[in-house]
């Protein structure tokens, strides 16, 4: 890592001109024994397109060569857009004829052709392919008599895969199949590649989610050697960790959860002090001390970086013996735990503090709809079960308004988007959408995750050990401007722009509550910022408003808090060596980029697989008639969100009353001949045209 960092340094500097490996080695006095580790170093750097090798064998940055490093995302009419790997600079513009046998999602250098023009954008055209994504592509395979191809789902995969008769594995026209990629695309050949997999028939039950699961490559079954692996270990605690532990057991500890929770990795415990204040205790599943790095278990969590949620399943990161399990804090047993004890004074911070490795029993496992119904309905029945852990809910609801009341001045940014749920029944089809409460519970539970992530980020930030950090970056100038210039419609805007404070953002949702504006202009709020991901890094939390932020909360399902425990039980313990901090500062770097990348993998694939279940929902209601209001509005149409959180769109070439144009500055179509507009917040009636699965598209017309 150090020699990286010189050599990228060494190349930053003004005066520097592209070198070739020996002009290098020289100018950094490299010595004799690290000569294999510094052409190593540049063959690593060259592959993660750090640098570039030019034709004639010299190295240089991509920023001094007009050069762009980052990932293509295409799009289905042809054209894409590099978006850098460095946040700073802005995403380059690639159209069709450039794209050179790239794909979706590769990680690509791009060539600026053309600079940005009078608001216009950087065009490029891409030079070289450092990683290709698609390995293995999901589609419809479209038989011939000799040979056939694979239509790919995801539209963005703009090219169908070639697939040789003696390739087809059997597959019959129009089956739902998996293809691996054998030869790349070229400027006007299409890729081929070999069938591996038969997925079935499309409208087979389970065909529609398996087919999304294998789109974004999420394992679900576990190899055998690493189910062997968890099941060797021991389900009792031997009496020799105990004895190393805090005993907490004689404690009132209680998990809260969804009633449909398995993998149970936190509880929480909260005492009123003398002086006024509290005590809270965040107790996490100890997952570290049972999987140990480098195991098979350790690398399977790491390529597979998260548990995914889907509506009837969850693919776990850790095999159900550790997740359901021994890791899992069941009420009445021995749990090995990390505890975090924050004591809390009554303006919301955090005293003083202690991290520990501990041994709990729960007292009980608690349900948010039962707590919530204790506290906000006085429930009687769950008031008399729950009578000796009474004072403790309420405690904890104090606290909570305690601490949500800090973060609000703190100028932490609230989101409240409906939540809606898909119900499915036992063969996978969608008998209703319900709203999602989120009730008292739920809140306490999420404050007091939120400070103990929180006070753990800041302990190790001022150990100055590497580590895993939560960040969410400052939004960019021009998306802030983009933005301002869109809320100016409905006669608001923010000042500052060139740094917006969470503030500003906090008190336009306060103004915007309950206005018929209020959804359109908090989603191209949440559009503007940018994507909270890990980091090697503290660069702070925007949409927290913290300036130190992790996840330590959550080890059974995300890999991030994980390597967040294993670091600071070391450091606990005292055993942070030199070597072993040079070796971890590399480590956690490569960490937070494969766990952000396989985060938004899963977030993409539970996103998928809702879209799809809603236009499932609706596709036995064509012809019917909704209220709605109108979401987005664009030059082609109108999107609009009907009450049960399903959007859809009306084409403007169906709005046959009149000739609608698109206002850019004032996004609403105008009709020329009735002067009617349509923007957004508009309540409308819409009749359901189409339900198209495939594409998990639905298409109104205006009633």
Known sequence: ????????????????????????MNRLDIDQPDIPAFFEALREMEREGEVILTRKKRYGIPEKMDLVVGTLQCHQRGFGFVLPRDEMYEDVFIPADGINGAMHNDRVIAKITKGRIDGGKTEGEIVRILERANKRVVGTYDKSRNFGFVVPDDPRILDDIFVAREDALGAREGDKVVVEIERWPEKRRNPEGRIIEVLGRPGDIGVDVLSIIRSYDIPEEFPAAVLREAEALPGDIPQHELEKRADLRDMKIVTIDGA??????????????????????????????????????????????????????VIPMLPQRLSNGICSLNPKEDRLTMSVFMEIDRNGSVVDYEILESVIKTSERM?????SDILEKNDPALIERYRYLLDDFKAMEELYRILAAKRTERGSIDFEFDEFKVILDGKGKPTDIVKVERRTADKIIEEFMLVCNQTVAEHMYWLGVPFIYRVHEEPDMEKMEAFNAFIYN?????????????KTLQALIAKVKGKKEEKVINTLMLRSLKRARYSHESLGHYGLAAAYYCHFTSPIRRYPDLVVHRILKETIKGKMRQDRAEYLKGFVERAAIQSSDRERAADEAERAVEDMKKVEYMADKVGEEFEGIVSGVTAFGLFVELYNGVEGM????????????????????????????YKIGDAVKVQVLRADTVEKKLEFTLV
């Open 1 to 24: 890592m150090q020699l990286k960092k010189k050599i990228l340094e060494f190349m930053k500097e003004k005066a520097y001109n592209p070198m070739t490996a020996e002009e290098l």
């Open 260 to 313: 449909d929770a398995k993998d149970l990795d936190d509880a929480v415990s909260v005492e009123r002090l003398q002086n006024g204040n509290f005590r809270l205790g965040v107790h996490i599943a100890d997952v570290a001390h049972y999987v140990a790095e480098n195991s098979l278990l350790d690398k399977e969590a790491y390529r597979r970086g998260t548990s995914v949620y889907f509506l009837d399943r």
């Open 367 to 371: 349900t948010y709809t039962d707590v």
């Open 490 to 502: 409905f006669g608001y805007s923010i000042k500052g722009i060139k740094r917006v404070h969470p």
């Open 650 to 677: 009306v084409r403007v070439s169906y709005m046959d009353d009149d000739f609608y144009h698109f206002d850019e500055k004032s996004y609403t179509l105008l009709g020329e001949r009735t002067r009617k507009t």
